[in-house]
């Protein structure tokens, strides 16, 4: 090492030079590691932390493992029928106050559960557990609709009330004069 | 940094080390470019390098990778030493699982309760939707016409019906995220919001979007939007709240025809692995070479 070179007047802008390189990467290293998060690039590159938070959030839509712990009559009348793979919430509605409440009498059985509410005429999963001898229910998926597969029972309503000999036509529950919603018979 | 070195060795274009090139000089033999006054020419050479390490390591600095992922070497909090890089899905290999989502358009009726549900699940704001659901009609006449499924399905909409004597042939195709393994929407974000999770998962960090829109329109399929309520890019996560919980996704919960099939890839023994053995299926734009991991099964040519 020549000192003397390097330290002497003619290297002057050259120290300058040095310094300011020195400074400025070292502020920009600041500046980085200010904005990059702790557990960035714990995992992969991301913020770790936001898969617990992602993952936190609540289950709303209820499965049917919870409602056939208590209605066990259920499984059994489905399985053979046709609506073997139509699960509880598609007639029922989602029922998750209904779940609280079950729960609750469960343990204590002065806990009354409230009846369940009418069928609004539409798939809401928000609302809570209802009864469903209505066609409404029935003819949301059975309504002949185009595009809909050939193999899938779709009816033409009108046509086959007439045609089934239907005693009350308009009445809301004209389907279950023949059908039941569990296991309907064909 | 091996950037940076090859650079300096570049730029000593003549003898090598310093030391080697005083000592040449100063026997005035070989190494012509050498010639200069030793004092001048040293100082060229060493603007150039310096100038060069400066570059370099400015460069370095606004790379926006923390410091253990640049080496291949293991880290303390890495101890298996996988290398942790960016594209690779390889960091936890120990619990290593890959979902995967199959729609069977022969199956699907339409009647939109899968919209509904993932609304209720997600608290998906009115007029936007995370999943949709399309129907092609192909009339006689060669036209082809699309339509969006409403939530109640047609049956419960005031959509006027289709004289089924017209149509050809007609059928429903339910959209959601692809979960594409090679995500355009996860490589243009500025600020890492969009990543992949350990499954295989795209998903956006709430905290950390800043709501750019960048990956909206990185996106081929349109599947991503900004939610007006949270400002962030919000997009369909295969409900990873639900999955993480060995819960079905809501929309897979809600389909009474199981249109939908929603299971692990890595299983042999789950059925969306056996009904993808068992039917030819395709997926949505693979000429993009996005690798999306959502299948279609009898995915007529129309559907894009
Ligand atoms: S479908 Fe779109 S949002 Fe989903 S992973 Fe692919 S590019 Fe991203
Ligand atoms: S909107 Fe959010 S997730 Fe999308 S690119 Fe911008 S910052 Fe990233």
């Not at chain 2, 995370?130 to 939530?151: A, C, I, M, N, S």
């Given at each position: 090492m020549n000192w003397k070179l390097i330290f002497s007047r003619n290297t002057r802008h050259l120290r300058i030079l040095v310094l300011?390189?020195?400074?400025?990467?070292?502020?920009?290293?600041f500046v980085r590691s200010q904005m990059i998060p702790a557990d960035y690039g714990q995992n992969g590159p991301y913020r770790h932390a936001a898969l617990a938070k992602i993952e936190a959030q609540p289950s709303v839509l209820q499965s049917d493992t919870t409602c056939l712990k208590c209605h066990t009559n259920v499984e059994e009348e489905?399985?053979?029928?046709?609506?073997?793979?139509?699960?509880?919430?598609?007639c029922h509605g989602?029922?998750?106050?209904?779940?609280?409440?079950?729960?609750?009498?469960g343990e204590?059985?002065?806990?009354?559960?409230?009846?369940?509410?009418?069928?609004?005429?539409?798939?809401?999963?928000?609302?809570?557990?209802?009864i469903t001898h209505d066609r409404a229910t029935c003819l949301s998926c059975h309504t002949r609709v185009v595009g809909m597969p050939d193999s899938f029972l779709s009816i033409n309503v009108a046509a086959h009330l007439e045609e089934q000999g239907a005693e009350e036509i308009n009445s809301k529950n004209v389907c279950f004069e023949c059908h039941e919603g569990h296991s309907p018979g064909l | 940094m091996k950037f940076q070195l090859n650079i300096l060795n570049n730029g000593g274009d003549c003898c090598g080390s310093d030391d080697s090139r005083e000592k040449q000089c100063g026997n005035h033999t070989g190494c012509g470019g050498c010639s200069d006054a030793p004092d001048a020419s040293s100082r060229r050479q060493f603007l150039n390098?310096?100038?060069?390490?400066?570059?370099?390591?400015?460069?370095?600095?606004?790379?926006?990778?923390?410091?253990?992922?640049l080496s291949d070497e293991p880290s303390p909090d890495d101890p298996d030493g996988a290398p942790a890089d960016a594209g690779s899905r390889t960091a936890d290999q120990s619990d290593e699982v890959v979902y995967g989502f199959l729609v069977d358009t022969e199956r699907c009726v339409g009647t939109g309760k899968c919209l509904t549900a993932c609304r209720e699940e997600n608290n998906v704001p009115e007029g936007y939707a995370?999943?949709?659901?399309?129907?092609?009609?192909?009339?006689?006449?060669?036209?082809?016409?699309?339509?969006?499924?409403?939530?109640t399905g047609f049956a419960g909409s005031d959509v006027p019906p289709i004289a089924p004597g017209l149509v050809d042939r007609a059928y429903f195709v339910p959209k959601l995220c692809n979960q594409c393994e090679d995500a355009p929407c996860n490589q243009v974000c500025p600020v890492h919001a969009a990543f992949t999770s350990p499954e295989g998962v795209e998903l956006v960090d709430p905290d950390r979007c800043i709501g750019c829109a960048y990956c909206v329109q990185a996106c081929p399929y349109g599947v991503r939007f900004i939610n007006p309520e949270t400002g962030n890019a919000d997009k369909c996560t295969w409900c990873y709240h639900r999955i993480k919980r060995n819960e079905t996704p809501a929309c897979v919960e809600a389909c009474p025809v199981d249109a939908r099939v929603f299971g692990r890839l890595d299983d042999p023994e789950s059925e969306l692995r056996k009904r993808l053995a068992a039917i030819p299926t395709s997926v949505l734009k693979e000429h993009l070479g996005t690798h999306p991991k959502l299948h279609y099964v009898a995915k007529s040519g129309e559907v894009i």
């Open positions: 300011l390189v020195v400074a400025g990467g070292g502020g920009a290293f489905r399985s053979e029928s046709p609506h073997a793979a139509v699960r509880c919430l598609h989602n029922g998750k106050q209904h779940i609280v409440d079950a729960t609750k009498a204590f059985p002065e806990h009354s559960i409230p009846p369940a509410k009418k069928w609004d005429g539409k798939f809401r999963t928000h609302t809570d557990l209802f | 390098k310096a100038s060069t390490v400066a570059l370099g390591s400015f460069s370095l600095t606004l790379l926006p990778m923390s410091g253990d992922l995370r999943t949709w659901v399309e129907r092609f009609v192909h009339y006689k006449d060669g036209t082809v016409q699309v339509d969006l499924v409403p939530e």
